[in-house]
């Protein structure tokens, strides 16, 4: 006899005797997460985070933030470096019932595999991702013609989260060490991802912006070196060499 049909029958007699029948406990699942998080789950754990719009981004000791900006000043890109590799990370507009990694991962190791790349889909610390080598070019010297592409380590990581898809690309030594990528991975874990309410095209990135003191620094940077380049034209004689520098909270702006 089937046990369900069974363990029917012995209620129905217990309730025939005015015994009542054991409580029916209905188990939820609940899916936990320790990181990337949507604001609305964000933990209070103390981080120092950079508020760039969609992205907060941790402030790690010996970690450089470097953000990259186009001519207009607005942010484009935002890459963690440790040591000598780095995390490239971008926020994207997901569907409110589906992610889209799986997706992006086939076109991703698609496209990569027409360039040259060699990646493998492989499970790991934020669910599956891909791994292997990409095809890259050094950068051109002045003068020399373009070197040759070469063949690189790298790992694309992508986390689904309620209406928002963030993928992160490590490269470097981190991108085929593990002990090295722990870094890199830690401060993936701790980003924050504000989505907005507002409705967006699926995949279309999410808008990233300089925390308004910063802005405000790189206005008064641009009238200084516009100054110097006006006083610079005035004396042929002097010379200075121009650079990106790290601001105080560890963040090197590039343009």
Known sequence: MPFGRRRNRIDRSLRERGVPPEPQVREHEVEETTGPWDVADAPDDGIQRLDLGALRLPARPGMELRVDLNPQQQVIGATLRSGDSLLQVAAFAAPRAAGIWDDVREEIARTASGQGASLREVEGPFGAELAGTVMTAPPAQPGQAAPEPVRRPARFLGVDGPRWFLR???????????????????????IVVVRGSEPMPVREALPLALPPETAARIAQQQQAAGRAAGAAAQAPSSGGNAGAAPAPDGTTLEP
Do not use: K, V, Y
Request: glycine share 8%; no cysteine.
């Open 168 to 190: 992160g690309t490590i490269s470097g030594p981190a991108a085929s060490s593990p002990e090295a990528a722990a870094a890199l991975e830690d401060a993936f874990r701790a």
